[in-house]
């Protein structure tokens, strides 16, 4: 007889394998049969549509008026250079969303991405072809470079920008490829379940787990809206989050604080007994705790910084949760 279930098996093991800097494979398992293709193929979507790049949206090339136009002395054409230019990827330093970049060469020579780094913005690509430049030639131009994600087409940009400036297609995704696929795992002589491997390549602007990281938050984010509407809290977060040190320590009873005789017992006769509990006080209701003076408020709270809180300290939603739950079962 076929064991009867009352919720699907949690799957517990989770393994990155690094394949090169740009390369990995992401692997959990095991799932229920039908599970793993749920997950791996929204994953996968956002991977593709929602994972921040950087790319440059115009140009203003000395001497050019448009993409048909042409430099003196420079062997490609306006076209040509624009094509090649999308082949370089950019990515700005200091956590800049935009920057706009000035650039200046003098024939003759042969431009690559590794040409274009300063100290503003490094380039991924460093080996990808630019523009080749005659001995008597000058070429100088201006790039807009934007954080983003997904695909931008010129016409959506043409209006936003200077005039001079060409409008240039901006392709922010910074993953090349995301994949997966679905193998059979045996768990308790059952091999019937499920592992999912998921290949992520990126193109260097981020390394393959920042991009799942991002693909995990986003997707987390858009389905935020249906559990702070029923309040649905996962089980293996809260396993999680229970396991954490800053959920040991403000589990510890307020006796781990070493407070003064007439701090404790104040606190005690308001049925405070946990350090999680004094975390999530406001500064107003702890000075609210009856009989509380003064001076053991401030003890409390110098106490609680040396345990490396404050009172009034925001929490995460998980943290909350399984302070709640502790308490409840009090």
């Given amino acids: 007889m076929k064991k009867i279930k009352t919720s699907p098996l949690l799957p517990e093991e989770f393994i990155v394998e690094q394949i090169s800097d740009n390369e990995a494979n992401i692997i959990a ?18 991977l593709l549509s929602s994972s921040v790049g950087y790319a440059p949206i115009a140009i203003k090339i000395e001497g050019a008026k448009h993409e048909f136009d042409s430099v003196r002395g420079m062997l490609e054409d306006i076209s040509d250079f624009i094509i090649n230019l999308k082949g370089i990827r950019f990515r700005l330093k200091n956590d800049v969303k935009e920057a706009e970049i000035n650039y200046s060469f003098v024939g003759p020579c042969e431009i ?29 131009f201006t790039l807009k470079i934007h954080q983003g994600i997904g695909y931008v087409p010129s016409e959506e940009i043409r209006d936003e920008i200077e005039e001079g400036f060409i409008a240039l297609d901006a392709f922010f995704t910074p993953v090349r ?3 997966y696929s679905i193998e059979n795992v045996l768990v308790e002589d059952n091999p019937n379940f499920e592992k999912v491997v998921i290949n992520i390549v990126t193109d260097g602007q981020i390394s393959p787990l920042d991009a799942f990281r991002n693909a995990l938050s986003v997707m987390h984010a858009q ?39 007439r701090s404790f017992n104040c606190l005690d006769r308001s049925d405070i007994k946990y350090i999680g509990e004094i975390v999530m006080m406001s500064q107003n209701d702890l000075k609210n705790v009856k009989n509380l003076g003064k001076k053991s408020y401030e003890e409390i709270v110098e106490k609680l910084e040396e345990a490396g809180f404050q009172v009034g300290q925001p929490l995460s939603d998980e943290t909350v949760a399984v302070l709640k739950k502790k308490i409840e079962s009090e």
């Fill in 177 to 179: 490829k995301a994949t």
């Fill in 223 to 261: 389905m935020a809206v249906f559990s702070s509407e029923i309040s649905v809290q996962a089980p293996a977060t809260i396993e999680r989050a229970e396991a954490s040190e800053e959920i040991e320590k403000l589990t510890a009873r307020i006796e781990d604080l070493g407070l003064s005789a």
């Fill in 29 to 46: 398992y095991p799932f229920e049969t039908g599970y793993a293709v749920s997950l791996a193929h929204p994953l996968r979507r956002f």
């Fill in 112 to 140: 690559k991405g590794s040409d274009l780094i300063n100290e503003d913005v490094d380039v991924v690509t460093p080996d990808a072809f630019l523009a080749t430049l005659n001995e008597d030639a000058t070429l100088d």
